[in-house]
């Protein structure tokens, strides 16, 4: 791996000074990739793309032992196997091909800001949309600290050969034969979630808030939040969403929308300037904010409806069910904090550290973790598959450390690590799991051709529902008792939530509940006891 590193930094290094490069500011991206989108009503602009979601099952990560994956599925080990030409085939393309290279900082402070540059083939002229979204999501070039990070997108290589090469120890991706804009936005990300974990920070995917909330006694108290989770899960739904909080004082604070660096002192460093949001629940009123964000003229959006009048149709999935727009912090108004860093734990009255998940038979609304279990939770990452994440799959179960698709290395080192760090702050720091799915659904898998048939539809947790579970949580109004089923604690009362809705008895006989429960509970230890190396209390979390 040595010899590729050489052959590619030094690929790298000449695309700094070459003339086929093209290096436009943000104004004259905007010019350059206008012409190529439809102008909305709201004087926006929307791009459709030919790949539609990101090419997981086609990303391979690439170094010494350290990062090296050992799952490939066969199109990867053909990836790996046609290497070496491939290198060479793209090194020779990119010394000719015309290319647009873009220059920005991810994130805002003084410890960690990667300095990030974007390389993307211009021979698809409408392909200039992907620097130019990309450049909205983050900041100024000149406030960058390192490391440095690169990222070369060839988006009409060959179909059959589209890939996704990953080397983080030296920062460089190569991403080839699609056109999707998330491997812009994912491939830096993953990067630095790696480079933050050599210096001793955890890359967490996770949207960040702060909320000040009145409690029962009428003291005013300041909490950081956590939100993990899987894409469209309603990661972003929470961290952008004012819980209803209307008591003298109160207030929540979007911090930042979908990674952060966490480290030992509980603070967590933010990454983006910009958000990159599903539209497909933004019209139902559910998300007021979120929704009169995209509205602004400055959201662009990617693979939305929007008829030949200009008119937007948010949530119509003819295209995709993966409708995104990146809006501007800007236009979230009030709602956005002035940083996108959440400050350390001795500097908050509490750090609530969430997980959600999206489960639809047994699992409650929410229960309240012990440490053990929040890093149990962290290893489970329990959800099912979205339109974002795969939608051939969506709907299926699905299990990914951290709710984090980009980790690279030791999953069971990540773990521990979180165990550690959130066991340093026991009276400043709890757990809980969020389930946005619902209770009562049952599934029939037809065994010939491995369809899922819904023969009984979930009884779902509505946004506004969550979003009252969040202020009860954080206005300690939430009466809790400790249920023997998953050793955790679960309430009894939450003010605006029916919780009788989500009792399994009305939809389950008690064999149902019984065998949901002992599947759930076995799938869930063989899981855990898959990593070695992971600390037994981990392991043993949710053990009876």
């Given amino acids: 791996m040595r010899l590729y590193y050489e052959e590619i930094n030094r690929a790298i290094e000449q695309l700094r000074d070459q003339d086929n490069v093209a290096r436009p500011d943000g104004e004259q991206l905007r010019r350059m990739a206008e012409p190529y989108g439809v102008r909305t009503q709201f004087g926006s602009v929307n791009y459709s793309s030919s790949v539609r979601a990101r090419s997981k099952d086609l990303t391979v990560i690439l170094g010494s032992e350290k990062v090296m994956q050992t799952d490939l599925n066969a199109n990867q080990k053909r990836i790996v196997r046609e290497l070496p030409e491939t290198l060479k085939q793209v090194h020779r393309y990119i010394q000719n091909a015309p290319l647009v290279s873009v220059a920005r900082t991810m994130g805002c402070n003084d410890e960690f800001t990667p300095h990030c540059t974007l390389y993307v083939s211009a021979h698809r002229k409408d392909c200039i949309r992907i620097p130019y979204m990309w450049y909205q999501t983050l900041f100024d070039a000149r406030h960058a600290s390192g490391p440095e990070l690169n990222l070369v997108y060839v988006p009409e290589w060959h179909e059959k050969d589209r890939q996704a090469l990953v080397f983080p120890e030296i ?58 989770g899987l894409t469209a899960t309603g990661k972003t739904t929470h961290s952008a969403h004012t819980h209803y909080l209307d008591r003298p004082g109160e207030e929540a604070k979007l911090v930042q929308d979908d990674v952060v660096f966490f480290k030992e002192d509980g603070a967590a460093l933010g990454s983006e300037a910009g958000l990159f949001i599903k539209t497909d629940s933004l019209e139902d009123g559910s998300q007021p904010v979120l929704y009169e964000a995209a509205k602004s003229p400055r959201t662009i959006f990617e693979n939305v409806m929007v008829d030949y009048l200009g008119r937007v149709y948010m949530s119509d999935e003819t295209l995709t069910g993966n409708g995104r727009a990146v809006v501007q912090r800007d236009d979230l108004g009030e709602l956005a904090s002035e940083s996108i ?204």
């Fill in 171 to 228: 920062g460089v991706t190569y991403v080839l034969g699609t056109d999707y804009f998330g491997e812009a936005k994912k491939g830096f990300l993953r990067m630095a979630m790696w480079h933050a974990k050599t210096r001793g920070m955890l890359g967490l995917h996770a949207g960040s808030k702060l909320i000040i909330a009145r409690d029962a006694n009428g003291k005013l108290k300041r909490y950081g939040m956590l939100l993990l």
């Fill in 341 to 544: 860093n959440l400050p350390p734990v001795d500097e908050l009255d509490k750090l609530l550290i969430c997980f959600i998940t999206r489960r639809n038979t047994i699992l409650p609304p929410l229960a309240r973790l012990t440490p053990e279990q929040g890093a149990a939770a962290f290893m489970l990452g329990e959800s099912v598959h979205t339109s974002g994440s795969n939608p051939t799959l969506a709907g299926q179960s699905i299990r990914v450390v951290g709710t984090n698709p980009f980790i690279i290395g030791d999953e069971a080192y990540e773990g521990n690590r979180f165990y550690e760090m959130v066991s340093q702050h026991p009276d400043k720091v709890q757990c809980y799991q969020l389930n946005t799915g619902g209770v009562g659904e049952i599934i029939e898998i037809d065994e010939r051709t491995g369809e899922r048939n819904v023969l009984q539809k979930v009884d779902r947790v509505e946004i506004a529902e969550m979003a009252a579970i969040i202020r009860g949580i954080v206005r300690e109004e939430v009466e809790w008792e400790y249920e023997d089923t998953w050793s955790t604690e679960v309430p009894t009362k939450v003010e605006g939530v029916n919780l009788d809705r989500f009792d399994p008895r009305k939809f389950y006989s008690n064999e149902q509940i019984e065998q949901f429960v002992s599947e759930l509970r076995q799938e869930r230890i063989n899981h855990l006891e898959k990593f070695e190396g992971l600390n037994k209390e981990i392991v043993n979390a949710f053990k009876l």
